[in-house]
């Protein structure tokens, strides 16, 4: 049985995974030397060589990856770059307490449809060790605060901005696509000298000759990007284009699906894109329905049963011809919606106290239900109207809303971690052997 982590990210399954040990591949004892030091830690060979199998087995057996060197110095990467972001929240004082863990690795049960026991037994089936696969859920929450409090703590959206891109989706012939992009970064110094920038662009220049000869796109970006997610293929999901790094969406005007990109200069360094695909957007409907009640509160004066006696009264006056407006108009102990005969504005079921929505859902039109008990006390309703409304407008704005914000949670997230690297003492030792060995 495939276990389901549907909360964590791709990086974080791979983790997981690694703690699936294969009895016949680890039998050896092999020397432990070290790969790199980071900080005031090391990333051992040995953590490093099971990684690295635990990705090619998540891949499968079709997956193609670059050469065993290129690929050791991705991976190694990416295992500095996680161990620099639990040094920063370790110093910092974040901590992920037991409680925290111990509701995650419920929640991860309950999403696979087991008791937490079943799913430690299911897990030792699989040979992974329960006690190391819950502490790697906890470095994947851990890093997830220090991402949280490092960036996205800091992100804001001003609703100027958001009127803004809303103005310009209006502009745009192509509001309603989405694309499927993939990329490839060749990455820069922050401070690049001349050397190095003709050295990205050569390397990025073969890149794009072989993406031009035909080559597959995904096999490329495994082999020669750096970017975070290049073992996925450099794959970015279906964005719309404002949800895009200015540097893709600008290009985006004049290409279809299959095309290349233009090299283009980030912060971080050089990208090649290639839209995958392409998809439009659809119109946003939603259940609305507009209604009226009479609420009745209990108190020290009025018991429960004082409050079932007065509505039952008020329902059955209602139904023999009075007027429902007037009832709730001098009766109700609402005073939002008294002032209006009860009435309620448009709104979503889902959007309601669920005694409320669920009584809702049983009456038909005009029909006035039996006295019900909410949180708010006891309510006669009224359903007047249903409808599917078109909530695009709603919705866009929403949309924009985590569009900008996405963008920029991704984009200074790739920055603080570049920062990150650079301000901090990493010793890459694969590295330094593979340039002493050069000729």
């Not at 620099?84 to 419920?106: K, Y």
């Not at 509505?311 to 007027?323: F, P, V």
């Not at 309601?352 to 669920?358: C, E, G, N, T």
């Amino acid at each position: 049985m495939k276990i389901v982590t549907p909360t964590l990210t791709k990086l974080a399954q791979a983790l997981l995974l690694s703690l699936a040990l294969n009895g016949a591949a680890y039998a050896e004892i092999l020397i432990d030397t070290i790969a790199a030091v980071v900080e005031d830690s090391v990333i051992t060979e040995n953590e490093l060589l099971q990684r690295m199998a635990v990705i090619r087995a998540q891949a499968g057996d079709q997956a193609q990856f670059p050469s065993d060197d290129i690929f050791t110095e991705q991976v190694l990467n990416r295992m500095i770059s996680e161990r620099l972001q639990m040094t920063w929240g370790e110093r910092r004082g974040i901590e992920i307490d037991q409680p925290a863990l111990d509701r995650a690795m419920q929640g991860l049960a309950e999403r696979n449809r087991m008791t937490l026991e079943e799913f430690r037994q299911t897990l030792l089936k699989q040979r992974i060790n329960y006690i190391a696969f819950r502490e790697q859920v906890r470095t994947e929450m851990f890093i997830g605060q220090v991402r949280r409090r490092a960036v996205e703590s800091k992100i804001q959206v001003s609703d100027q901005e958001i009127n803004t891109l809303l103005e310009q989706q209006q502009k745009n012939p192509s509001i309603d696509l989405e694309y499927r992009i993939a990329h490839i970064l060749i990455q820069l110094p922050i401070d690049p000298t001349p050397e190095q920038l003709q050295q990205a662009r050569t390397k990025i220049n073969e890149v794009e000759q072989l993406a031009q000869k035909g080559d597959s796109f995904t096999q490329l970006a495994i082999s020669y990007s750096q970017s975070q997610d290049a073992l996925e293929g450099g794959d970015l999901g279906w964005r719309n284009r404002d949800q895009l790094p200015a540097i893709f969406s600008d290009q985006l005007g004049n290409m279809a699906a299959g095309d290349l990109s233009k090299i283009v200069r980030s912060p971080n360094g050089l990208h090649l894109f290639k839209i995958i695909d392409t998809r439009g957007n659809e119109t946003v409907l939603i259940a609305q329905m507009r209604s009226r009640h009479i609420l009745l509160r209990t108190n020290a004066v009025r018991s429960d049963a004082d409050a079932l006696r007065d509505l039952t009264s008020l329902r059955t006056r209602i139904i023999n011809g009075a007027d429902f407006s007037e009832l709730a108009r001098a009766n109700s102990d609402d005073p939002g919606t008294a002032v209006n005969g009860g009435a309620l504005d448009w709104v979503a079921p889902d959007a309601l106290a669920p005694a409320f929505r669920d009584t809702a859902a049983k009456l038909s039109i005009g029909q006035v239900s039996e006295p019900f008990k909410s949180r708010f006390g006891w309510h006669i309703l009224e359903v007047l109207e249903r409808r599917q409304h078109d909530n695009s407008k709603d919705a866009q704005r929403e949309a924009a809303r985590n569009t900008i914000r996405q963008r920029k949670v991704e984009e200074e997230t790739d920055l603080w971690i570049r920062q990150l690297v650079d301000e901090s003492y990493v010793d890459n030792r694969l590295l330094t052997d593979a340039s002493s060995k050069a000729p």
